[in-house]
């Protein structure tokens, strides 16, 4: 088997896709009217499923994590410590929610935590000072 991508489940498509494209960066195109949507960063593929829409399809109910939830992260890496300073306030002041602001770990990354608007994590960090 090969990894083809990751799944996520959302809630409000137009708006995690404005998150994504806008504030991220993510690479997304989208018309508005296919209920997925397929989005890539640096390569790696992602794909947001509506929730109605996949229970519905699996004729299943799923439990989702309500508020910042913990299941996961998305981690995402700039050059430097200082970027990772800039990134986060970047991101912050488009619409991001902070979880952690900038920290240097004592085994040297500098590593933030905002929030999408759904509450999925997502990491922003370095290694290089």
């Known amino acids: ?3 083809d ?3 996520i489940f959302v809630v409000n498509m137009k708006v995690m896709v404005d998150f994504y494209k806008n504030v991220l960066g993510f ?3 989208w018309d508005g009217k296919e209920p997925n949507v397929m989005l890539k960063k640096d390569g790696v593929l992602f794909m947001f499923y509506g929730r109605n829409d996949f229970q519905n399809m699996t004729n ?5 994590a309500k508020g910042i939830n913990g299941h996961y992260e998305i981690a995402l890496s700039v ?10 306030e970047n991101v912050i002041s488009k619409g991001a929610k902070s979880v952690m602001k900038p920290t240097t770990e004592p085994w040297g990354q ?3 935590y905002i929030a999408d608007p759904e509450g999925n994590l ?8």
């Open 1 to 3: 088997m090969k990894l």
């Open 5 to 7: 991508g990751i799944g």
């Open 27 to 29: 690479e997304i195109e």
């Open 60 to 64: 299943n109910r799923f439990n989702y």
């Open 79 to 88: 050059p430097k410590h200082t970027d990772v300073d800039l990134t986060y």
């Open 110 to 112: 500098r590593t933030c």
């Open 122 to 129: 997502i990491e922003i960090g370095s290694f290089n000072r």
